[in-house]
């Protein structure tokens, strides 16, 4: 029979969670008692191991098309149908771009596309990127699957990480197999390029055992930080029919549990979209975001959905979170 007060201490010795436990600590309500104490934990965690130090990590699009692999939450997926032009970067605005986010103090700077953009061009602008960045910004690439030989270029074009991540639900309401995403994410690693996960994006059809999981898997990948995205809803797409969203409460839950549930070699813990409640619940990692979002119907998600450096930064200091100034730690301090 578990009890709260053995997870606490569990956590305490910093001894690893079962699945069973990571569930039964899910199937908490959201705002009871002991769901709270899990947050005040994860919290807790948190700032010991950032040093009360929490990250902003901003990206860029560096283009907005109809993407095939129609994963059924984005809203470039070519079935929602959400935009019916593309926009593709120069490489000059891409630069502008990541100067921008960098002058903003952003802690990681990060270049996104969707999954069919050629990699010939986004190597070619990530190359003119890092050239205008300071050499100590942490630059990194969120684009599609990769064979071990791309991933290696990727990295030779002098990006420092990936974002990449096994969806809930791969496979299913997306056109990507799942062991694609996970051989990709090793021939990421295998190159030296440094990981960045995540448990998402998170719906209310997601059983308790699938989130729990992908907390251990994302845990398993040795990454720079996990952490428990919400999925949004785009609007007229089968899934927002369907189910909906999470509250930003179960999410704040799912934050703490998955801090949690990782290892504590793994010092980041995000929470998305960006909330005060997230980061009082032990996320020390939020994201701003400038260009198209594959969660927002707005082709500027400035104008939208997407927040910036400083918006984050109130985010934190709400939430009673120090933040960091510089580089990202969580991605300086994983080894290659
Ligand atoms: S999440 Fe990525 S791969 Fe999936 S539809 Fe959107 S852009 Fe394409």
Known sequence: MLSIDDILQQSRNAEPFAREQLVWMLELSPDSEASYRIMAEAREISRRL????????????????????NCEFCSFAAINKIFNTGIELSIEQAVENAL??????????????????GLDAFLETGRSVRE??????ILIANTGDQTPANARRIQEAGFNG????????EGIDTGIPPQQRLDSM???KNAGLILGTCVEPIGPE?????IADLILLTGSLEPAYSGAGRRISIPGTRLAQTFGMISELRLAQIVAITRLGLPRNVIGNCTHE????????GANLLWAEIGANPRDTMARTEDGRGCTVNACRNIFSE???GILEGPSRFFSSRKK
Do not use: W
């Not at 205008?132 to 910004?137: D, I, K, N, S, V």
């Not at 990936?162 to 639900?169: C, D, E, F, S, T």
């Open 274 to 281: 960006p909330c005060v409640i997230g980061a009082a619940a």
């Open 50 to 69: 950032s040093g009360d130090r929490a990250e902003i990590h901003a990206q860029f699009a560096m283009n907005l098309n109809a993407c095939p692999k």
């Open 319 to 321: 939430a009673g979170c």
């Open 132 to 137: 205008a960045l300071r050499p100590e910004t």
């Open 100 to 117: 921008l986010l960098e002058r903003a103090g952003a802690n990681a700077v990060y270049v996104m596309t969707t999954a069919s953009f």
């Open 206 to 210: 997601h059983s308790n055992e699938e």
């Open 162 to 169: 990936v974002y990449h991540a096994l969806r809930l639900r």
């Open 186 to 188: 090793r021939a990421f």
